[in-house]
Every structure is written in structure tokens, then in C-alpha cells.
């Protein structure tokens, strides 16, 4: 069964880059017809879907997000990474990594527990 | 590209059956049937229960189920137990490889 670790830094200056990795166990980020997402929680305003990297390396990005966010895959370490530059506290949240099947729409079926970072001088 | 609306709680006695709404827009829940709602609690992993509107994903007791009426999509818990307490988060495709999420529900199990 496949296992997603998320790790970051957990606390980062604003203006700074923001970067967290997501680390696959049990299965290949590379696996055909599957997508890797982070989503994050900012206490009081839910749930926020970021962005997406397919396995054929296709990105796509939250309008809200797209100019400061990208989203990679390291096949060779079997990792995902997100990073967020010029970050403000409004960045502070639990990111979370998950994977789902390809499809545009398709759900996520698998998360990760989340890693909490902090912005802040 | 805004947020879903979910009440921020909801709760119910052991038995009883809960239903949590999700609202969007003509954009989103309104023009897609790709609603999907997760369970998660504190410190774990979300899990996903229901996927396009009202397929139960792999192992969700049929206690819950799903289902769309306009731009307004709903999770209904029957029977509920002392472990169905958790957030429940909604989310719709949006058009153009995107998601939008819910602000999320607390349900209590009184």
C-alpha cells in the first residue's frame, strides 16, 4: 500500500521560499495514470487545493497561487515537491500530499498526515 | 475561483442520522458531477468517502452517502456512531484541471 511523508521546514520568514517534499513509499511517483497534489489547512479557512503534477510531468495550479507555485516530481528519489516563494503568514498552513487516478476530475484517494509550516519573522 | 460553503458544525445523537451541505456555484458543484467529500481527523491522514457526487470509495460503510441538487451538494450520515466524529471536507472540480475546496464541517456525536 502506498505511503505519503510530508517534510518541511516548518517555520519560514515571509517574503522567503516556501519548500516541502512529499516522500512515496510502497509504489513509484512514475506510475502511469496517477496524479500527485498538494492541498493545504489554514486554520479557520478549510481546505485549499494548491496544485497538481501528473506523471507525465503536466502541472496545473490554483489561479490564486499560479504565479508563486510549483509543483515537481524527483523520480529518482521517488519524491514530490512543492515550492511557494515570496510567502506571506497567509501562507501558513498543514500541506498536505496526496495521489490520485489521472482523470481530471478524479478524487484523491491517498494523503499523507500533513506537514505544519509556519510563517513568520 | 471561490470557496465551497459548509456549515462549520453539525452534530447528532448515536443512531441518528446527519446530513452536511456543501454550496457552490454554476462554475463548480452546479456544473460537474465530480463532488467529492473526505473525513479527517486531527493528526491523521484524510480519507476519502464518497467520490462523483454518490459512489462510496473502497471500504466506507454505507452509512454514508452522497448526492447533488443544483449548486448545492450533501453528505448524509445515518446511524451515527461515535467514531463518524471528525471534519468533513468537501471539494468540486472546477473546470480546467482545477479543485475547489470547502471550509469544512465538525461533526459532534453528542
Known amino acids: 500500500q502506498v505511503q505519503l511523508q510530508e517534510s518541511g521546514p516548518g517555520l519560514v520568514k515571509p517574503s522567503q521560499t516556501l519548500s516541502v517534499t512529499c516522500t512515496v513509499s510502497g509504489d513509484s511517483v512514475s506510475r502511469g495514470n496517477y496524479f500527485w497534489t498538494w492541498i493545504r489547512q489554514s486554520a479557520g479557512k478549510g481546505m485549499e487545493w494548491v496544485g497538481r503534477?501528473?506523471?507525465?510531468?503536466?502541472?496545473n495550479y490554483s489561479p490564486s497561487l499560479k504565479s508563486r507555485v510549483s509543483i515537481s516530481m524527483d523520480t529518482s528519489r521517488n519524491q514530490i515537491s512543492l515550492r511557494l516563494t515570496s510567502v506571506t503568514v497567509a501562507d501558513t498552513a498543514v500541506y498536505f500530499c496526496?495521489?490520485?487516478?489521472?482523470?481530471?476530475?478524479?478524487?484523491?484517494?491517498?494523503w499523507g498526515r500533513g506537514t505544519l509550516v509556519t510563517v513568520s519573522a | 475561483q471561490s470557496a465551497l460553503t459548509q456549515p462549520p458544525s453539525a452534530s447528532g445523537s448515536p443512531g441518528q442520522s446527519v446530513t452536511l451541505s456543501c454550496t457552490g456555484t454554476s462554475s463548480d458543484i452546479g456544473s460537474y458531477n465530480y463532488v467529492s467529500w473526505y473525513q479527517h481527523r486531527p493528526g491523521r491522514a484524510p480519507r476519502l468517502m464518497i467520490y462523483e457526487v454518490d459512489k462510496r470509495y473502497s471500504g466506507v460503510s454505507d452509512r454514508f452517502s452522497g448526492s447533488k441538487f443544483g449548486n448545492t451538494a450533501s453528505l448524509t450520515v445515518s446511524g451515527l456512531q461515535a467514531d463518524d466524529e471528525a471534519a468533513y471536507y468537501c471539494s468540486s472540480y472546477a473546470g480546467g484541471y482545477t479543485l475547489v475546496f470547502g471550509g469544512g464541517t465538525t461533526l459532534t456525536v453528542l
Open positions: 503534477v501528473d506523471t507525465d510531468g503536466t502541472t
Open positions: 496526496a495521489r490520485g487516478p489521472g482523470a481530471r476530475a478524479a478524487p484523491s484517494t491517498d
